[in-house]
């Protein structure tokens, strides 16, 4: 049994299928790239894994539980995070606010719970700040904590969505185009970032991404998915030399 089961998946939005029947497994430990052509459907899977839609048939399962007997609290609570292909920051709020709201989202404790000013409440305060004070500085935004989000660069954003995720403690990090509209410059130290939350924090990745010299630098495990549909799974170096992989992006000669 894998981590992540995604079994005879099957998504319509009205004539449109989306996902038609894909299956594949995701062990844990893992870095698996689910990559395709636009409209492939890769959006589409991971809104169904994070609860966004509801398939038309088959199921995701994570540690063997459905996903679609939880509840979205509980998705996070049960180890899933993610961050998106357009930022979902409070941009307005600083950094710091912003990881807090990872933390929250994980415990107990709410924003207003913790603004009373009781001890338990001031000391589970203190611990969510120290926490996402970490994540803050394991991406590397420590000087920026105090910043509006919206004062900071795309790129940096995306590290603040990354650290938002992380301060839940997921086992499962769903990365939807990590390094879509970033500089290429930038595109090496985010592959280096999400090397070292796979490898330093033991966390499982499955991302999304167009970026094939990203993808085929950093997993080890490559999923095709084309039109709905899953042509190819496999090693990246296989993945490159497969006909319909090919033929799906370049077009039949």
Request: without cysteine.
């Amino acid at each position: 049994m894998g981590l992540l089961e995604v079994r005879d998946l099957t998504v319509r939005f009205g004539g449109v299928v989306a996902l038609d029947r894909v299956t594949f497994t995701v062990d844990a430990g893992r870095m698996v790239a689910v990559i395709g052509p636009n409209g492939a459907g890769k959006t589409t899977l991971f809104n169904i894994i994070t609860r966004v839609y509801r398939p038309a048939s088959g199921a995701v399962l994570v540690d063997g539980k459905p996903v679609q007997a939880m509840a979205p609290h509980q998705l996070i609570r049960h180890g899933v995070a993610r961050t998106f292909q357009n930022l979902a920051l409070f941009r307005s709020m600083t950094v710091l606010d912003n990881v807090l709201v990872g933390y929250h989202s994980r415990t107990r404790t709410t924003l207003l719970g913790a603004a009373v000013p009781m001890p338990t409440a001031l000391r589970s305060e203190a611990e969510a700040k120290k926490k996402a004070m970490e994540m803050i500085d394991f991406v590397g935004l420590s000087r920026f904590a105090s910043a509006p989000v919206a004062a900071l660069p795309f790129g940096t954003q995306k590290r603040v969505e990354l650290a938002r995720a992380l301060v839940s403690k997921p086992r499962l990090l769903l990365l939807d185009e990590p390094a879509g509209g970033i500089s290429h410059e930038e595109v090496s130290g985010v592959a280096a970032m999400v090397q070292r939350i796979h490898r330093d924090l033991g966390v499982t990745v499955v991302l999304v991404e167009h970026n094939m010299a990203f993808v085929m630098g950093i997993s080890d495990h490559v999923v095709v998915l084309d039109f709905g549909r899953k042509i190819a799974e496999g090693p990246p170096a296989d993945i490159q030399r497969h006909p319909a992989v090919i033929e799906a992006y370049l077009g039949a000669a």
